[in-house]
């Protein structure tokens, strides 16, 4: 079954640093990757997808995350944090079920928080 | 255009009580799943409805059921309620048919029993 680690709980940045949010997938077959963010109050809003080609994708607000097959990673990056990119990140890897649709199983989220 | 729209915001119940929360799929969308966030966690598939019929089913107990209308809309019932089933409901709606059917998801119903 497929799975997903996100070793960080909470990450802690000062506004105008870069971003990294480190996330592991276990999948058996070529893995359909996501990230999320969820801000307070709100449901989840995709950021970015990779499901082929090429490894480096971007996504909205300006963040982007590369895939390492090697590694099973799908990192999460952004070259200059605004104080309003603090939310929960999740990063999610899709698996085809049995009714014919990819179905996202999630990482347990890291929350971003954003120090002026 | 509207997106995802679920209802209520919020909910108090008591153990033992039953549940039903709606979900109105984003306009175009004939697909409909449900996710359960715990405190602290991520989402978990409870199901996905489409063409009235579930389709695909999470690790969930029978106590969870579900509904799709012929309009698409969709209801999540859960019955004899306990307190680990307190938690944000999350509806996601998408269109089937696609290499990938992007789920756009709801802000949620947040459930607390007591």
């Known amino acids: 079954a497929q799975s997903v680690t996100q070793p960080d709980i909470h990450i802690t940045v000062s506004e105008g640093a870069s971003l990294e949010l480190r996330c592991n997938y276990s999948?058996?077959?070529?893995?359909?990757l996501f990230w999320y963010v969820q801000s307070p109050g709100q449901g989840l809003q995709l950021l970015l997808k990779?499901?082929?080609?090429?490894?480096l994708v971007q996504g909205i607000k300006g963040f982007e995350a590369e895939f390492k097959r090697s590694q099973s990673s799908f990192n999460l990056r952004k070259p200059s944090v605004h104080w309003s990119d603090a939310a929960e990140y999740f990063c999610?890897?899709?698996?085809?079920?049995?009714?014919?649709?990819?179905?996202?199983?999630f990482g347990r989220g890291t929350s971003l928080i954003v120090h002026p | 255009d509207a997106g995802v729209t679920q209802s209520p915001t919020h909910l108090i119940k008591t153990r033992g009580q039953q549940v039903t929360l709606r979900c109105s799929p984003k306009s175009g969308h004939d697909t409909v799943s449900w996710y359960q966030q715990a405190l602290g966690q991520g989402p978990q598939f409870i199901f996905q409805y489409y063409e009235e019929e579930e389709r695909q089913r999470g690790n969930f107990p029978d106590r969870f059921s579900g509904h799709q209308f012929p309009n698409y809309s969709s209801e999540l019932n859960v019955n004899a309620l306990l307190l680990g089933d307190s938690a944000l409901y999350l509806c996601?709606?998408?269109?089937?048919?696609?290499?990938?059917?992007?789920?756009?998801f709801g802000p949620g119903t947040r459930l607390t029993v007591l």
């Open positions: 996601a709606s998408s269109f089937r048919r696609g290499v990938y059917n992007e789920q756009f």
């Open positions: 999610a890897v899709g698996a085809l079920g049995a009714g014919g649709s990819y179905i996202p199983t």
């Open positions: 999948y058996g077959a070529t893995p359909y």
């Open positions: 990779y499901f082929s080609g090429d490894t």
